[in-house]
């Protein structure tokens, strides 16, 4: 099974091919906020170095979020282009749970900035789902933070497994926890 990773959804742009369980090519690249620049022609550079080409995809796979707004939207536009163009099924990867993926730790949290993250926190007592949370909150103790993992091994797990149990995604859905700075901004 031949899938492609996509993930905007951070500084961070994530592409990488998966070829029958393995790695084939994977970029992480530190891209601020110009992932739309960069994207495509590294969609092209990773699938030529695994000796691949779109057409030899079975699945793509997307992170949906949290994240920036417009790094969701940037990703989630992108596979949904190569889903139409190549008619091949997609998966949701979200970002917090390939944040906690095999790793023994309470819960997950992304800067979104002025002061809070996203985060997701499983502790002993209670169950917090998706959501802002102070970065002064006790619960952001014993989270996994971003910048302090790394999303490429988790993300192709994931991918895998949903890819070959058919968890297939019949819309990408996004993984929005506050509205956008400009819907923020018009209050």
Do not use: W
């Not at 742009?13 to 992480?28: C, E, M, Q, R, Y």
């Not at 730790?105 to 985060?119: F, T």
């Amino acid at each position: 099974m031949n899938i492609l990773i996509i993930d905007t959804t951070t500084k961070d742009l994530i592409v990488a091919a998966v070829s029958n369980g393995k790695v084939t090519d994977g970029t992480v690249l530190n891209n601020g906020t110009h992932h739309l620049e960069r994207l495509c022609d590294c969609v092209d550079s990773t699938l030529h170095k695994a000796g691949l080409v779109l057409q030899d995809l079975d699945c793509i796979a997307c992170a949906v979020g949290p994240g920036s707004f417009t790094g969701i939207r940037i990703g989630i536009s992108a596979v949904k282009g190569y889903q139409c163009a190549l008619d091949i099924p997609v998966v949701e990867i979200n970002v917090l749970n390939a944040m906690q993926f095999g790793k023994n730790v309470s819960g997950a949290v992304i800067d979104a900035g002025n002061g809070y993250y996203y985060g997701k926190y499983d502790g002993f007592d209670c169950i917090v789902s998706p959501c802002l949370i102070a970065y002064d909150d006790e619960r952001v103790k014993g989270c996994q933070i971003m910048g302090n993992c790394y999303l490429l091994e988790a993300e192709v797990a994931i991918a895998l497994h949903k890819a070959q149990t058919g968890q297939f995604a019949d819309k990408l859905t996004p993984v929005y926890i506050r509205k956008s700075q400009a819907e923020e901004l018009r209050k």
